[in-house]
């Protein structure tokens, strides 16, 4: 459960990282780039709702559906699952989590129906916790995007004038992503993996040795643990902001090759749409088992 509510995260927050990175090829809108590093930490109220389909070789092996609410410390995150299976069906999977000021989380699964867990965790009023590394890397980022104009192509960024805002529309290929955007996207992939998993790709193959992609449970846990480079293939999304600037909406499909630590070579896509809205009126309620018809299990959930 873990290495997939870390993968689709992590995930969401490359993309939205990639959108807001190339976007900064236009030197006018540089407060893109504001508007993502708002939203990610300093954004204590706000509702995001979406869904996302992912692929591996052109495969589906995940649908994901997401519901966040942020209202200060407290929050409600909800996020459904589908995943196929080999004999043709559909295994769905999942969770609600709610959290309070103090750190108090219920969790309730789905594997465990009509049940819950209480752990507890770091009170954040943020979509992303802060931290020092996190922040010496999102400075990090608005060094390298900075840097960027002079190597975006012609045309592969345009932004529209809509009511109430705009939208910024990119289309890029391989050929046309600057080097220095796919280090960076591979230093924020490391980062998060070894935040959310504790783990590290080195240090894997000291202690444990090469395990083969199919030897392990899921597809998630495959590329979560076996990959040892990310590579930008395509990506075609669009994002639009809100009359004051704020992401209002992110869309779009991208592929990147997953370079296996044999070197194999599996093209990783998703497909996903995610809308930000309810800024400053959002509302999560104090959690109450009779609102779910849940009763709590004796044992205790730890969750970051």
């Known amino acids: 459960m873990r290495h997939n509510k870390c993968f689709i995260l992590g995930i969401v927050i490359l993309a939205l990282t990639l959108v807001i990175g190339t976007a900064l090829a236009e030197s006018t809108l540089v407060s893109l780039w504001d508007s993502g590093m708002d939203f990610l930490f300093h954004t204590d109220n706000v509702t995001v709702t979406g869904d996302a389909v992912f692929t591996l070789d052109g495969q589906r092996f ?3 559906q997401l519901n966040y609410v942020q209202d200060g410390f407290s929050s409600y995150y909800g996020l459904k699952l589908l995943t196929p299976g080999k004999d043709g069906d559909e295994r769905e999977s999942g969770w609600i989590i709610l959290a309070d000021a103090n750190g108090k989380i219920a969790v309730m699964e789905v594997y465990e129906p009509g049940t819950y867990k209480q752990g507890y965790g770091t009170a954040q009023n943020t979509l992303l916790r802060r931290s020092v590394q996190l922040d010496a890397l999102a400075e990090l980022g608005g060094l390298i995007v900075g840097q960027v104009d002079a190597m975006m192509p012609e045309g ?21 992503i600057p080097k220095v ?13 070894d935040r959310w998993f504790s783990y590290s790709h080195d240090r894997d193959l000291k202690n444990n040795g090469e395990m083969d992609f199919d030897t392990y449970v899921t597809v998630t846990e495959a590329l979560t643990d076996g990959t040892v480079t990310w590579t930008l293939r395509d990506a075609d999304v669009e994002a639009s902001l809100d009359a004051q600037g704020r992401l209002s909406a992110v869309s779009g499909t991208v ?3 997953s370079t296996f630590w044999d070197g194999s070579v599996r093209v990783v896509g998703v497909q996903f749409h995610l809308t930000m809205q309810d800024y400053g009126t959002s509302r999560v309620k104090p959690f109450d088992p009779a609102d779910y018809q849940v009763t709590l299990q004796k044992n205790i959930m730890w969750v970051e």
Not at 162 to 175: C, M, T, W
Not at 181 to 193: E, I, K, P, R
């Open 156 to 176: 592969a960024v345009t932004v529209a004038e809509r009511e109430g805002g705009k939208s910024v529309h990119i289309r890029l290929n391989a050929d046309q």
């Open 255 to 257: 592929n990147a090759a």
């Open 181 to 193: 955007a796919v280090s960076a996207l591979n230093v924020a992939a490391g980062y998060l993996s």
């Open 62 to 64: 995940k649908t994901a």
